[in-house]
């Protein structure tokens, strides 16, 4: 029950009518920011940093409780009307959101991840305030070769979940692993994949590689099929944006589904939000086939976009109490934030609760009030956000092309970045014309240096011995797990490959059958299997 206390304590300093502009101040710009394409949450965070500093603490991480939920709700809206995720962890809501919108359904996912936001938010804000011992403790179990192997299992599942082929899966895996390897080698100095270039001895920048891959990227696709499809796009804007009776019973369960994937992975370094999101939508895809649901994949599912939308932020609530408990940031944004306490001369940790305890509960607190703030404003301004669809494309994708290039410069004022943008958004340009899904190149960006690092610290414990990675309960679970996930996954590949060659050879002379199976055919052209602007994997 002290916990309780704290947080009424809390919820004291925070409902003053100063700290509730800071909240809604917060989430304005959190969203504004959050929504643009190529920018995304963890830009939103970084861009509004220096405008905090001559606020004092409390007021400055008030405000920073709604940037941080609103530029994660604004990386869903570009995935969602765009197609175009703010940031890695909105890529699995754009898949089924896009499509909704596509289908004249704009305002309805808009409101779908607006709730699943609040509903994930709320459930993980509640679980860091009444569970932090136990998270505590849960985190601390973790050693080198738990989490590596969390690595490994975040690898390979994803890989074979988000990839209707997994050759193709496992392709931008590797792509992945290659750009994270460019840098300097901590441990031996050694110079890898850097030409010769000053500027890359740091590596590049999960923010050139986000942007590049999935912004850019997106802007060529559009470009390389502009003058070759139909650029007309009808699409319902009109009125406010809400959810029936049936779809709030439909995206309920979801929604719970959701939250419980993304709980658990805010307090340990698995990358942040990408590896609960996409294991919320793949689970919802498997539901879907049980269940011979037509509108997933084809028209847009509300069950495909309320799951990893509540992971996400579940996600981020939670990480929120891992970086304030033990210091520990768990994601790009939550990194940032570290370095805002820091420039306050605050460390995160179990300290920081007994120095600067009323920072630490009004700040909780007012992570439920910029929820709630959120909800308010985004479900009254959804049809606004909607009619970013009825842009001409040219316009459109000009200015998003615009934006990360001067994204990425302001950012590091460095020319290569820019020349590693461009690169980049060619990589994402040709894996979307062959089918090569863009989220595990995310996920091995992300996860790649904690693998490394891990791996290589495991055996230096165990002086060179491989037995130290599988020597704990954790560690045999997760890998014996990974195997029946793959032995599955392989199953379900060969069947659907078996389902669409007997769709082919039934299928009358002349008649196209490349929408027959529920994964699409191998063989048949690029321009038939993939939608205008859809990244899907």
Sequence with gaps: MDQLTLLLEGFAGALTPINLLWVLIGAVLGTAVGVLPGLGSSMAVALLLPITFSLDPTAAFIMFAGIYFGGLFGDSTAGILLNTPGNSTAIASSFEGNRMARSGRAGKALATAALGAFFGGLLATTVTVFAMPLLVRMATMFGPAEYFALAVFAFLAVSSVVSESIVRGLLSLAVGLALMLIGIDGPSGTERFTFGLPQLFDGLSIVVITVGLLALGEVFSVASRIHREDGSMEVITQGRARLSRDDFRRAAPAWLRGTAFGLPFGIIP???????????????????????????????????????????????????????????????????????????????????????????????????????????????????????????????????????????????????????????????????????????????????????????????????????????????????????????????????????????????????????????????????RVPPRDTTP
Excluded: C
């Design 270 to 528: 698995a990358g942040g939000a990408e590896v609960p999101t996409f294991l919320a939508y793949g689970t919802e895809k498997r539901l879907a086939k049980r269940r011979g649901d037509a509108n997933f994949g084809t028209t847009g599912s509300i069950r495909g976009l309320a799951a990893p939308e509540a992971a996400g932020n579940a996600t981020a609530g939670t990480a929120m109490g891992a970086l304030l408990a033990l210091g520990l940031p768990t994601s790009a944004t939550a990194a940032i934030m570290l370095a805002a306490f820091q420039q306050y001369g605050l460390q995160p940790g179990p300290l920081l609760f007994t120095k600067t305890p009323d920072l630490v509960w009004t700040l909780i607190a007012s992570l439920f009030l910029g929820l709630v703030a959120l909800l308010v404003l985004n479900l009254g301004f959804a049809s606004l956000w909607a009619k970013l669809l009825l842009i001409p494309k040219h316009y459109l994708y000009a200015g998003i092309a615009l934006l990360s290039v001067l994204g990425v410069y302001a950012m590091g004022s460095s020319v290569v970045d820019v020349w590693a943008l461009v690169a980049i958004g060619l990589v994402g340009l040709l894996m979307r014309r062959f089918r090569v899904p863009l989220a595990p190149v995310m996920i091995a960006v992300v996860l790649g240096p904690l693998a490394e690092t891990e791996l290589r610290r495991a055996l230096a414990v165990s002086e060179g011995d491989p037995a130290a990675l599988v020597s704990s309960p954790f560690t045999i679970t997760l890998y014996l797990v990974l195997v029946v996930v793959a032995i599955v996954s392989v199953v379900q590949h060969v069947r659907n490959r078996r389902r669409s060659a007997t769709a082919a050879a039934n299928a009358p002379a002349g008649e196209d059958t490349t929408d027959v199976p529920v994964t699409p055919s191998a063989t048949a052209p690029a321009a038939e």
